[in-house]
Every structure is written in structure tokens, then in C-alpha cells.
């Protein structure tokens, strides 16, 4: 079945470690995004990409490096710069980026600095 | 810029009951604009849209008006299910270079019984 996989779906980190979050799809969709989810907060979009070897930074990208080498692929990597990483992550991907596009997300990442 | 309000949460009903969530937006053109739902412990999904003032958008019994007006997207159900327990957030979708979704905080709905 085509979708979005997301991995790890649960994830500790200590400290000072950087940490990456992969995120596959099969839809054949050029754009894909990462999220930020916290409680009472909703989403908040960390980065996106509408084609290959393209990114752009979303509202909360400090802390955060992306890469987009692939179509299918677009992993996520925390960094130690981020001040406060705990939190549930998701990727998502769209057909293109026009007004009536439809977001498909994956089941999340859960990242956890202890 | 473009933004979401939806009512805070948590709602809880008794099965059966009238869900309204209500949700405005602040936006120049003309967005489209969505209802996603995330359920406990799962991305979220599409449950419905419009594209335009005076759509309506349907899905699993729940309805939503783009009443451009009131700059308003409530989402309605007329008898909710204990499986309708989830988050749901309101998102829109401006045009051009702001075609980023923009969600909402999310309502947290959970129905008893």
C-alpha cells in the first residue's frame, strides 16, 4: 500500500546529541514536509521541500538540518543546537503545493531528551 | 499573515450528541481550507475540505460551510461516536507563495458512552 513510514517511532536522546528521523514515501509526491507537534500548540512547520535537491526553512527551522537527495526520501536530523527538542514530529507529502493540495502524514516520531 | 483560531479543548459529549468545533481564519485571496483529525497516537488525516465560499465539505457524518463572510469553517457533527474520541484541527491553505498549510491548535474531543 502506498503511504508515508516514519522511523524510529519512539526515540531517546541525551544531550548534546544530534539525532535523525527518517521519513520514506511511496506516493510518488514531490513535496514533503516536517512538522512539529507539542501539546496545546498544534503544528509547526520546521522545513519543506517541493523538489529534489530543494528546501526551504519553515517557521521553527533553527536546531534542525534537512536533506532531500531522493524524491522518496526526506530525513530530519535534531541537532544539539535545538534548545528543546522533546516532542512529537511528523512528515508529510503532498502532490505539489498548490491551493487544493491534500497533506498525507506518516504515524509520527516521538523524540524524547533525557 | 494567514492564521487559524479554533476553539480550546477538551470537548467531551455523550454519545449521540451535536459536535460543533468552531474555527475562523485570517487570510488575503482565497484560501482553501481543511478539517484534519489525528486519532490517539497516529499521523493526522484529511476528513474533509472546501475550496472555495460556500462549499461544503462532507465526511464520515461531518460537515463544514467555507463561509467567507464570517470567515468561519465550524465543524458539525449531528450524533458523535465514541470512535469519533480524537484531536481535530482546522488548517488552511493560501495561494501562491504562502501555499504552507496552517493549522489551528487542535480540539481535543472525547465522547462518553
Known amino acids: 500500500d502506498g503511504g508515508i513510514t516514519q522511523s524510529p517511532k519512539y526515540l531517546f536522546r541525551k544531550e548534546g546529541q544530534n539525532v535523525t528521523l527518517s521519513c520514506e514515501q511511496n506516493?510518488?509526491?514531490?513535496?514533503m514536509y516536517w512538522y512539529r507537534q507539542d501539546p496545546g500548540q498544534g503544528l509547526r512547520l520546521i522545513y519543506y521541500s517541493q523538489i529534489v535537491n530543494d528546501f526551504q526553512k519553515g517557521d521553527i527551522a533553527e536546531g534542525y538540518s534537512v536533506s532531500r537527495e531522493k524524491k522518496e526520501s526526506f530525513p530530519l536530523t535534531v541537532t544539539s543546537a535545538q534548545k528543546n527538542p522533546t516532542a512529537f514530529y511528523l512528515c508529510?507529502?503532498?502532490?505539489?503545493?498548490?491551493?487544493?493540495?491534500?497533506?498525507?502524514f506518516g504515524e509520527g516520531s516521538r523524540l524524547t531528551v533525557l | 499573515g494567514n492564521s487559524v483560531t479554533q476553539m480550546e479543548g477538551p470537548v467531551t459529549l455523550s454519545e449521540e450528541a451535536f459536535l460543533t468545533i468552531n474555527c475562523t481564519y485570517t487570510?488575503?485571496?482565497?484560501?482553501?481550507l481543511f478539517w484534519y483529525v489525528q486519532y490517539p497516537g497516529e499521523g493526522l488525516q484529511l476528513l474533509l475540505k472546501a475550496t472555495k465560499a460556500d462549499d461544503k465539505g462532507s465526511n464520515k457524518g461531518f460537515e463544514a460551510t467555507y463561509r467567507k463572510e464570517t470567515t468561519s469553517f465550524h465543524l458539525e457533527k449531528g450524533s458523535v461516536q465514541v470512535s469519533d474520541s480524537a484531536v481535530y484541527f482546522c488548517?488552511?491553505?493560501?495561494?501562491?507563495?504562502?501555499?504552507?498549510?496552517?493549522f489551528g491548535k487542535g480540539t481535543k474531543l472525547s465522547v462518553k458512552p
Open positions: 506516493l510518488n509526491h514531490d513535496a
Open positions: 508529510a507529502s503532498s502532490i505539489g503545493q498548490g491551493a487544493t493540495g491534500e497533506l498525507f
Open positions: 488548517a488552511l491553505r493560501g495561494t501562491g507563495s504562502q501555499g504552507n498549510l496552517i
Open positions: 487570510a488575503t485571496g482565497y484560501p482553501s
